[in-house]
């Protein structure tokens, strides 16, 4: 991307220090975790791009019942790469990867993040871990048996199981050592007077987020190496043949799993907290209900897993304590929207690009959110579970929830990391689009589900054929919405109008305070906090 | 050698270095956690073929591995002191014993290892599938756990030989030993799963 | 930042605790020796996470951390802990 030229105080942006390197070797070699942020954006936009023609191929396929594209096989290889490349290489990194580096040590006051060359190794082996998931595309062909990789399928498939678990293994660890940086910088390198009260909330959804990647992941690292022991020596530990129990792959898979969706969603909620204040012009009511409920979420999050098994065989007693603990963990989600609309009413709003998406992400999140209610309720799974309704409940509440909150993000954020405008007339025509196509795409799910129709099926009965139909369209706008929004950005990004307006939205943070790009070293002086964040006089 | 007495200077945070790795020591709790958890899952499922299963393991071996990873915890442990105490020839000889205790650890291993591979034992033998499915989730669990745990060991050694040299080097003084009490920590972490290894393989007899 | 101050211990404290889990190791073994049916179990987990209490309370410096470090520890073992006692919820009472 191209630099912005030094403006009247003379000072370097990140973007024009090279580091004494010159080209690719600008980026791939720089321990800045603002370069590292973008790295992660453009690696990240380039996967998404697969993923979703992945997806659109599905949908395509589902137009009709029957073949249309691809029989079963190479459909269920499609829905379990494009359910790995969203899951691990998309929402998982999300927010933190590319906002959490490249925000997180300005929000705090501090000129990097703790471990800057753990940084750029973390990326590296988000790299690796791509490759080794195409690596699985080719010979016997990407595994079919879903992202979730379940056994005993999962030992007996013949398609290349262990790349994409090695891939998966492998972007775990980057996933950990990112949680481990942002710990230990959010412990060590607050700014003088910042207390923990005094942080704002992108930087405490990134601490929540953290734990559970530190704390959740070393789960699916052991649960993928005990697959890998089952295709390669026989071990026996989820062959019921040997005295293995298939449902013990689902539990340890799910430990990490569950926990996972909080670390896509908990960063999600932080970004929406930073730009409703700003946009509304007020601060953020219950400051300190939303850091708490950011952690009961982080916390009862890690202990109901088992409503992904409610039909899989286990005890009574294991089903009404996952389901009671499910709707547990609602609240604490629930009250961060109230403080969102709290905070937006009777505040002065104004109705910018990024508040858009902020405001329909919450729209989309209370759906997503409701159905999980519905889904977590045991006699109503019983009939929705492994149907479209799944599918439908968790793109509301995943691909609405961190989607929207990136889209969000990238527009809040966007002058201050390119010293770029965007055209936000293009870009309220994206979102326009891609919020019709979204609902149209997923929500006749719902009622398809209700119907009946199973997921992750090639085919369906003709009765099912209406809804399929106009899914699949919402599919196409949603896609055109999404080219929109992508070429606005990227073009906006190399050409847009150059602008070293520190503060274009009227925030209160401290990246705010920060010039247009931020220079390499964020502060000239390390400031020091005196006051509250989010205050608007 | 000697700059100055401070735990660190302007540009080094030794404490953000100690938080790292108890942060990293967190993840691989749970690593060997979730090998814990199907152990006590599959445990529970056959209880008599365990116990039946832990007495072809030799205890004495099982007990003497188990002291030596004790006193290379104490050793290594110690040489934190030494460091302190400016005494570098006893912080290299600290580390030294305790590479050496790790080392006779991997080769009792081996040694009880390929006893059980004569006897026809190994994850997925023809031998366990005759004996049953509580030998084989048995046996598998040994295997593999204690597998995964000389794999530490051997990152461990790594770790140590990396010290002793920049020990050597004084890269590693009493003013800047924070990677010498990481290793250590390390060391102690491999230390603490063989301590619940121990009597879950060779004490349920 | 000023951190609390390097606390070096003595090797007269490592070797004492030393002795002390080899007295908690010889108490493990010898303890099969008994007919404990199903506190055999629970008697070796005492025995072995009082043996790990002191390794991270001693070997491994907690005892004289920065309180915050025993907090994380001691979180990190509940959490472990609730996992394995909800996944008994469901082996438990099939």
């Not at chain 1, 007020?282 to 098994?309: D, E, R």
């Not at chain 1, 954020?413 to 326009?432: E, L, M, N, Q, V």
Request: glycine letters at 8%; a neutral charge.
């Amino acid at each position: 991307m191209s630099s912005n030229t030094t403006d009247n105080t003379g000072y370097k942006s990140y973007l024009e220090e090279d580091g004494g390197r010159k080209g690719i070797f600008k980026w791939i070699l720089s321990t800045d975790h603002k370069r590292i942020g973008l790295l992660y954006l453009y690696a990240m936009m380039l996967w998404f791009c697969v993923g979703v023609v992945l997806g659109l191929l599905m949908k395509l396929e589902l137009i009709a019942p029957g073949k249309t594209l691809m029989e079963a096989q190479a459909y269920n290889a499609t829905f379990t790469v494009h359910g790995v490349i969203m899951i691990f290489l998309i929402v998982i990194p999300g927010l933190p990867a590319v906002f959490g580096n490249f925000m997180l040590p300005i929000q705090i006051g501090a000129k990097d993040v703790a471990f800057p060359r753990l940084n750029l190794f973390s990326w590296y082996i988000y790299i690796l871990g791509g490759i080794l998931v195409i690596i699985s595309l080719f010979g016997n062909g990407p595994p079919d048996t879903g992202w979730t990789f379940y056994a005993p399928y999962s030992f007996k498939t013949g398609t290349n199981m262990l790349p994409a678990a090695l891939g998966a293994f492998v972007l775990g660890f980057s996933s950990i050592l990112t949680g481990l940086n942002f710990i230990v910088t959010i412990h060590r390198m607050r700014a003088p007077g910042m207390t923990w009260f005094k942080m704002p909330l992108f930087p405490w959804t990134l601490y929540g987020t953290a734990w559970i990647q530190l704390l959740a992941t070393p789960i699916i690292g052991i649960t993928l190496l005990m697959v890998a022991g089952e295709r390669i020596l026989g071990i026996g530990f989820f062959d019921p043949a040997k005295g293995g129990d298939p449902l013990l792959y689902q539990h340890l898979f799910w430990i990490y799993s569950h926990p996972a969706v909080y670390i896509m969603i908990l960063p999600a909620m932080g970004a929406i907290s930073e730009i409703i204040p700003t946009f509304a012009k007020k601060t953020i009511f219950g400051y300190k209900a939303i850091v708490f409920s950011t952690l009961a979420i982080a916390f009862v999050g890690y202990f109901v897993w088992g409503h992904h098994m409610y039909t899989s065989g286990m005890s009574g007693a294991a089903l009404w304590a996952f389901s009671l603990l499910t709707f547990i963990v609602a609240i604490p989600s629930a009250i961060k929207v109230f403080n969102w609309i709290s905070t937006m009413h009777q505040g002065s709003i104004s109705t910018e690009i990024p508040f858009l998406w902020a405001a329909s992400f919450i729209f989309i999140f209370m759906i997503g959110g409701l159905t999980g209610l519905v889904l977590g309720s045991l006699a109503i799974d019983v009939h929705v579970h492994d149907t479209a309704f799944v599918v439908a409940h968790f793109h509301f509440i995943v691909f609405g929830g961190v989607g929207f909150a990136f889209f969000g993000a990238i527009h809040y954020w966007f002058s201050k990391i390119f010293g770029r405008k965007y055209d936000p007339s293009w870009a309220k025509t994206g979102w326009i689009i891609f919020f019709i196509g979204f609902v149209t795409l997923y929500g006749p799910m719902f009622y398809l589900g209700i119907k009946g129709m199973p997921r992750r099926y090639f085919d369906y009965l003709e009765e099912f054929h209406g809804p399929n139909i106009i899914s699949t369209l919402g599919a196409m706008v949603m896609v055109a919405g999404f080219l929109i929004i992508l070429v606005n950005l990227i073009k906006s990004a190399r050409h847009g109008e150059k602008t070293t307006e520190m503060n274009p939205w009227g925030g209160t943070n401290l990246e705010w305070q920060v010039p247009t790009p931020p220079p390499l070293e964020n502060f000239d002086e390390i400031p020091v906090i005196d006051k509250a964040t989010y205050k608007y006089d | 050698m000697s700059e100055s007495i401070a735990h660190h200077d302007e540009h080094r945070d030794d404490e953000a270095s100690k938080l790292g790795i108890w942060l990293f020591i967190f993840t691989e709790l749970l690593f060997f956690g979730g090998l814990f958890i199907t152990y006590a899952v599959y445990r529970h499922a056959h209880p008599q073929a365990f116990h039946m299963a832990a007495q072809q393991l030799d205890v004495a071996v099982g007990t003497i591995n188990t002291v030596i990873l004790l006193i290379s915890s104490m050793t290594i442990a110690m040489a934190t002191t030494s460091i302190q105490k400016k005494d570098k020839r006893t912080t290299l000889i600290l580390i030294g014993i305790t590479l050496v205790l790790a080392l006779v650890f991997l080769v009792n291993k081996y040694f009880e290892w390929s006893a059980k591979i004569d006897h026809g034992i190994w994850p997925g033998s023809p031998l366990l599938e005759e004996l049953g499915k509580g030998d084989t989730l048995f046996f598998g669990l040994y295997f593999f756990m204690t597998g995964l745990h000389a794999l530490h060991i051997i990152i461990g050694m790594i770790l140590i030989i990396v010290i002793f040299v920049r020990v050597r080097k004084d890269k590693i003084n009493f003013g800047n030993f924070q990677l010498l009490e990481n290793g250590g920590l390390y060391w102690h972490l491999v230390d603490l799963i063989w301590i619940f290894l121990f009597p879950l393989f060779y004490l349920i007899t | 930042m000023s951190d609390t101050t390097h606390h070096i211990v003595p090797y007269r404290t490592y070797a004492l605790i030393l002795l002390l889990l080899l007295v908690l190791t010889s108490t493990s073994v010898a303890v099969t020796q008994i007919e404990l049916t199903r506190w055999a179990t629970i008697v070796a987990l005492l025995l072995a996470s009082t043996k790990s209490a002191i390794v991270l309370a001693i070997f491994m410096h907690l005892k004289f951390d920065q309180t915050v470090y025993k907090v994380m520890a001691i979180f990190v073992v509940l959490v472990i802990t609730a996992v394995i006692i909800l996944t008994f919820l469901d082996y438990g009472f099939r």
